[in-house]
């Protein structure tokens, strides 16, 4: 089968589409012939080695959509040929950008979405889950997105008003309108911010860009998903123990998405033989949603 492939870090240039064995799902996953999958900040700072100590070759891509093929031991619910969107195994780090992927956490693809929207969703879903949950926000909840215009913002932003939050979304003024279309109140980022916005009880930060002190000043509880630079971070645990469980989300959302409730704005989708260009444009922060491969 094709695979997305590192055999060196270095620029998106070192992408390679290139042929490799087939993968088999173990005790509790299944098998998907992939219709899209998903680029992330994190495929990018692991092709460029900004996470060091990860063994090469390696195979890219965390989340994917596709129809059912191979069911391993112990799974129930699902059958052949059914069309579901979902994760590959974390500890992995990769797999998910090929013809075949194995899945550890899916759910059914809504009607409503795209390929492109299913293949690109569950990792942004399961980020934003944990995040939300962490800051235990709610019904009367005011949440302040810093970055609320990229792909795991406009999800959060849509989840939270969902559990009934007040959200306010800070992002470039050209993407105000949008931020609004997804519920959420925008503002801009940048200095000032602790006086821009007030009354807040929780703040997710989705940018990275070093304004969690301003998002200290401005509400209680605070998380980042994309500051590393933090010295603190999310579990990637996936076990069963895991309080609340894992991957939850992908179910409540797709619900949410066959209400009509849940869209997955995509900033590109490219096919899978132009994974490079997928990669600059994650790689330039400037994307608006979503970036996703298509087979």
Not at 46 to 60: E, F, H, K, Q, S
Request: hydrophobic share 45%; glycine share 14%; charged share 15%.
């Amino acid at each position: 089968m094709r695979a997305l492939r590192i055999t060196a870090f270095g620029p998106a240039d070192v992408l390679e589409v290139t042929e490799v064995p087939e993968p088999h799902p173990g005790p509790g996953q299944l098998r998907i012939a992939v219709r899209a999958s998903g680029v992330t900040p994190a495929d990018w700072k692991i092709r460029a080695g900004l996470m060091p100590g990860l063994p090469l070759p390696r195979l890219l891509g965390f989340d994917a959509a596709g129809v059912v093929d191979e069911i391993g031991p112990g799974v129930t619910g699902v059958a052949a040929g059914d069309e579901v969107f979902g994760a590959t195994d974390i500890a992995r780090l990769g797999g998910a950008n090929a013809d075949f992927a194995v899945l550890v956490a899916w759910a059914p693809k809504p009607a409503a979405w795209s390929w492109a929207e299913a293949g690109g969703a569950a990792g942004n879903i399961e980020t934003a889950t944990r995040a939300l949950d962490r800051l235990a926000v709610g019904a009367g909840t005011t949440l302040l997105i810093e970055g609320a215009a990229g792909g795991v913002g406009t999800v959060a932003v849509q989840l939270a008003v969902a559990r009934g939050a007040r959200v306010i979304g800070t992002a470039s003024e050209r993407n105000h309108a949008f931020l609004s279309t997804l519920g959420a109140v925008p503002t801009t980022y940048g200095p000032g911010l602790a006086e821009r916005v007030t009354g807040v009880d929780a703040a997710l930060d989705c940018a990275g860009s070093g304004s969690l002190p301003d998002l200290l000043t401005i509400a209680d509880r605070v998380v980042t998903v994309a500051d590393v630079n933090a010295g603190a971070h999310l579990t990637t645990s996936a076990g069963p123990n895991a309080d609340p469980p894992a991957w939850h989300g992908l179910h409540t959302a797709a619900g949410l998405a066959d209400e009509g409730r849940l869209t997955v704005p995509l900033a590109g989708v490219f096919p899978l033989t132009d994974a490079a260009a997928a990669h600059r444009l994650s790689e330039s922060g400037h994307a608006r949603g979503k970036i996703v491969l298509t087979n």
